[in-house]
């Protein structure tokens, strides 16, 4: 049985997905197998796994870092909010119904023998299992029937290491804090804190550090400064969104409407870095700006509740003029549905069911049906360029507009569609601007020459910049030997 170490936080945000990805990358580099697993992620940004299903984006991210492909087993229960209240449950990278919030939380305790049966599956293969809570261990209230934080820890006999985010401040009371409402078994299972996003000269929280430590004897395994690389990184939380800046003096400005149930807009991070663009996600009670000479309309979780959502914010409206202007449009994957005349969802499987007219931007109409594709694809732009990318969506779509594809696929297979002016598209590709000549083309028709970059490259190096940061930073031998690795390999 490999080592294991959990890394659980004192609330989301607080950087776990990126340290475990940071450690996975750090400890693959002193010659190490190792695996990441999240027994539990709740995220509408989702990655298709080699094996055909799909887990949460942070955990393909964490696969990476290991230099292995990703598997459902590194996060064997994923939740997809559809609502404030409701959930899609994926279990082992597919669908599994639909579950409402309090159901779920009395329910979830059935899923535990999955995620000690999949967590078992990746130590067989690995020398060392790196394990990402969610959320909080000290959200007491959800304590019972655990399966992401505490309960996994002891079912599966992993010790724990806690991080707190002084970026936020009151960090010593977070860490603290935890220390006081955590039961004694839960709390004798952590063995240690880390400290994350410290800016400025480390020595002015040595205090801080050393309080901790006595007020809840566990031991102090270091601080880690703020993580510029991170920025370069997926992210899975949409609370990065919130923060985007935008990029001025550049020549091309392509702007995302937030959608209440925005997914997958990792696709979009390779734009955000070319040099000449202005990418801007415009946050819901804004107007879609009026110079804007490319409209993404993103993926979503729930198409027809977006669709009411993006009306309800009058962005159909701006769409429409901005065509009108004689602007260029984007739709991907739900996007995509909803520029057609129509998406019906007679099952429900996404919400109530029901059906609501598209923008009526494409000759193409969607039903929403059970049998959802997950698969990694390639192929060509229609116009040009060569993509590489991920099917990830439950619908059919056809209809005349279908006879001028957006995309083709290597084997010859059609998706999407294009206006017969060119100037509107839209397809269920994934990760269309990872690829650097598809993403050449795509802005290339804005006017602009793309930097030219490889997406992946542009990551490796920014989990590499990362684990060496942390190398200095974290007492790595004491974090192997909590894992259970007492001689710890020198880097490769």
């Known amino acids: 049985m490999a080592a294991a170490l959990m890394l659980q936080g004192c609330g989301s945000d607080v950087g776990k997905s990126v340290l475990v990805a940071g450690l996975c990358r750090l400890f693959a580099n002193r010659g190490l197998r ?37 598997s459902v087993h590194m996060n064997p229960v994923l939740l997809k909010p559809q609502s404030d209240t409701g959930a899609q449950l994926v ?52 304590r ?8 996994f820890a002891h079912a599966a006999d992993v010790p724990v290491v806690l991080i707190g985010d002084i970026d936020r401040g009151h960090v010593i009371a977070s860490l603290v804090g935890a220390h006081a409402v955590l039961d004694r078994a839960d709390r004798g299972r952590i063995k240690g804190f880390l400290v ?23 031991a102090d395994l270091g601080m880690a400064p703020w993580l510029a690389a991170a920025a370069r990184l997926p992210a899975e939380d949409a609370v990065v969104l919130e923060r985007s800046a935008r990029g001025e003096g550049r020549r091309v400005t392509i702007a995302i409407p937030m959608l209440s149930r925005i997914a997958n807009f990792d696709d979009f991070d390779p734009l955000r870095a070319e040099p000449d663009v202005d990418l801007r996600f415009v946050p819901p009670g804004q107007a879609l700006p009026g110079d804007a000479h490319l409209v993404i309309l993103p993926g979503t979780k729930a198409t027809l509740a977006d669709l009411a959502f993006l009306r309800a914010q009058g962005w159909d409206i701006d769409i429409l ?4 202007r004689g602007g260029r449009l984007l739709g991907i994957c739900g996007g995509y549905q909803m520029l057609g005349r129509r998406v019906s969802d007679p099952s429900g499987l996404e919400g109530p069911p029901g059906s609501a007219p598209g923008l009526d931007l494409l000759d193409v109409e969607t039903e929403l049906t059970d049998d959802k594709i997950l698969r990694p694809v390639a192929g060509r732009l229609a116009g040009g360029g060569d993509f590489e990318g991920y099917e990830m969506h439950a619908g059919r779509t056809g209809g005349p507009g279908l006879d001028r594809p957006f995309l083709v696929h290597a084997g010859g297979a059609r998706d999407g569609a294009v206006s017969p002016n060119g100037r509107i598209a839209g397809g269920y590709v994934h990760g269309l601007f990872a690829a650097a000549s598809a993403r050449a083309a795509i802005l290339e028709r ?25 190398a200095g930073a974290f007492d790595i031998g004491a974090l192997a030997a909590i894992a259970g690795i007492p001689h710890l390999p020198p880097p490769e």
């Open 144 to 151: 019972a029937n655990d399966i992401a934080n505490m309960g």
């Open 321 to 324: 003029a901005h065509v009108r």
């Open 34 to 70: 190792v695996r990441p697993f999240k027994p539990q992620n709740m995220s509408n940004n989702a990655a298709v796994t080699a094996d055909g299903g799909e887990i949460g984006r942070a955990q393909a991210l964490q696969a990476q870092a290991c230099r292995v492909a990703p």
């Open 91 to 142: 279990v082992r990278g597919r669908m599994a119904g639909t579950w409402q919030a309090a159901g779920y939380q009395n329910r979830k305790a059935s899923l535990l023998p999955t995620v000690i049966e999949s967590f078992r599956h990746l130590a067989a293969e690995a020398d060392l299992v790196l394990v990402e809570g969610a959320g909080s261990p000290a959200e007491t209230n959800l």
């Open 446 to 470: 804005l006017g602009v020459v793309s930097a030219g970059f490889d997406q992946t490259a542009r990551v490796d190096e920014a989990l590499d910049e990362i684990a060496a940061t942390l």
């Open 196 to 218: 994350n996003k410290f800016r400025g000269d480390p020595r002015l929280f040595d205090a801080g550090r050393a309080e901790i430590a006595a007020r809840t004897g566990w």
